[in-house]
C-alpha cells in the first residue's frame, strides 16, 4: 500500500522568496513520485518525477525536488518564487512495476505575495 | 505537442440518468486511466486499463462504473446512473509503454442535480 501526506494545505510566500512544499511518503516497495501542479480550471501538469535514477530532479519552470529515503520525503523547492506559481500542488506516488496508479495527496495552494 | 483531450468540459445531469465521459488518449500510448476529483479533495484513482481490459480498479468503481476502448483513440468512462455523490472533475491520463509519467487531460466536470 502507499500513502502521501502533504504538510500544509495552504503556503504563502512572497514574491522572489523561496518556495517549499513538503510532501512525505509510504510505499512498501520502491517508489516513482511525482509532483503535479494545477492551475485554476485546468488538469494536471507535471512539474518533475523520481524513478530511482538521480535523487536530486530538476523539473519545470524552475522547481526541483530532492529524494531522501532515509526520511522518506520528496518535498518541491524553488529558489526564487514568481507571481506565475500560485497554484495548486499534488505530491503523488507509484510503485516502480505494474499499471503504476498515482496516489495523490491533499494538495498544497501556493499564494504568491506581491 | 501531444495532449490527452477529454469531452465535454462540463456535463449536468438528473440523478439516475447515464452519463459518457470521453476522452481521447495520446496515440502511442497503451496504458489508460480515469481518476475523479470531487471539489476541495484530493485526486483519487478509479481504474486503470491495458491491453483492453481492467488491469486494477478501486472501490469507487462499483458495478455503476464502466470503461471501454471503443476505437482505437477513444476511451470512455460510464455511469450507469449517477448519483448526487458523483458530482466531481474526472480526469483521463495516458501512459507510453515502459514510461513511468502519465499525462493528464483537461477533465470533465460532472455536475448531477
Known amino acids: 500500500a502507499q500513502s502521501v501526506t502533504q504538510l500544509g494545505s495552504h503556503v504563502s510566500v512572497s514574491e522572489g522568496a523561496l518556495v517549499l512544499l513538503r510532501c512525505n511518503y509510504s510505499s512498501s516497495v520502491p517508489p516513482y513520485l511525482f509532483w503535479y501542479v494545477q492551475y485554476p480550471n485546468q488538469g494536471l501538469q507535471l512539474l518533475l518525477k523520481y524513478t530511482s535514477a538521480a535523487t536530486l530532479v530538476k523539473g519545470i519552470n524552475g522547481f526541483e525536488a530532492e529524494f531522501k529515503k532515509s526520511e522518506t520525503s520528496f518535498h518541491l523547492t524553488k529558489p526564487s518564487a514568481h507571481m506565475s506559481d500560485a497554484a495548486e500542488y499534488f505530491c503523488a506516488v507509484s510503485a516502480n512495476f505494474g499499471n503504476e496508479k498515482l496516489t495523490f495527496g491533499t494538495g498544497t495552494r501556493l499564494t504568491i505575495i506581491p | 505537442e501531444p495532449e490527452v483531450t477529454q469531452t465535454p468540459s462540463h456535463q449536468v445531469t438528473q440523478m439516475g440518468q447515464e452519463v459518457i465521459l470521453r476522452c481521447v488518449p495520446i496515440?502511442?500510448?497503451?496504458?489508460f486511466y480515469w481518476y475523479r476529483q470531487i471539489l476541495g479533495q484530493k485526486v483519487e484513482f478509479l481504474v486503470s486499463f491495458y491491453n483492453n481490459e481492467i488491469s486494477e480498479k478501486s472501490e469507487i468503481f462499483d458495478d455503476q462504473f464502466s470503461v471501454e476502448r471503443p476505437d482505437g483513440s477513444n476511451f470512455t468512462l460510464k455511469i450507469r446512473s449517477t448519483k448526487l455523490e458523483d458530482s466531481a472533475m474526472y480526469f483521463c491520463?495516458?501512459?507510453?509503454?515502459?514510461?513511468?509519467?502519465?499525462?493528464f487531460g483537461p477533465g470533465t466536470r460532472l455536475t448531477v442535480l
Open positions: 491520463a495516458s501512459r507510453a509503454l515502459r514510461a513511468s509519467e502519465q499525462f
Open positions: 496515440s502511442n500510448h497503451l496504458y
